[in-house]
């Protein structure tokens, strides 16, 4: 079963059990994981589902659109080369995704 961990600013991990075809970021509201807000239900409008890619699964992940890209510089926490929007990154067959939300999504 494919698994999404969060890790928060503090350095709390959690481990889900995610559903393939699901967003991170829809894997993160659906299991109350704190560190997401999503305000825009994942329409790619608001950036508050901002996280760091663990480096070892960034290169395993599709590119980023232009658009995420824009969006992404209009985050409340810095911008780091391992950047993604969680609504953008879809839950695969076989996927064990780590990610860190950041302190503040607004
Ligand atoms: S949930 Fe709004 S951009 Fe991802």
Not at 46 to 66: G, I, R
Request: with cysteine; glycine share 8%; hydrophobic share 35%.
């Amino acid at each position: 079963m494919p698994k999404v961990t969060f890790t928060d600013y503090t350095g709390e991990s959690r481990t889900i059990a995610a559903t393939v075809g699901d967003s991170v970021m829809e894997t993160a509201v659906r299991n109350g994981v704190p560190g997401i807000v999503a305000e825009c239900g994942g329409s790619l409008s608001c950036a508050t589902c901002h996280v760091y890619v663990d480096d070892t699964d960034a290169a395993s992940l599709p590119d980023m659109a232009e658009m995420e890209d824009e969006m992404l510089w209009g985050t409340a926490a810095e911008r780091r080369d391992n950047s993604r929007l969680s609504c953008q990154l879809k839950v695969t067959e076989g996927c064990d995704l780590h990610v860190t939300t950041p302190a503040t999504q607004v």
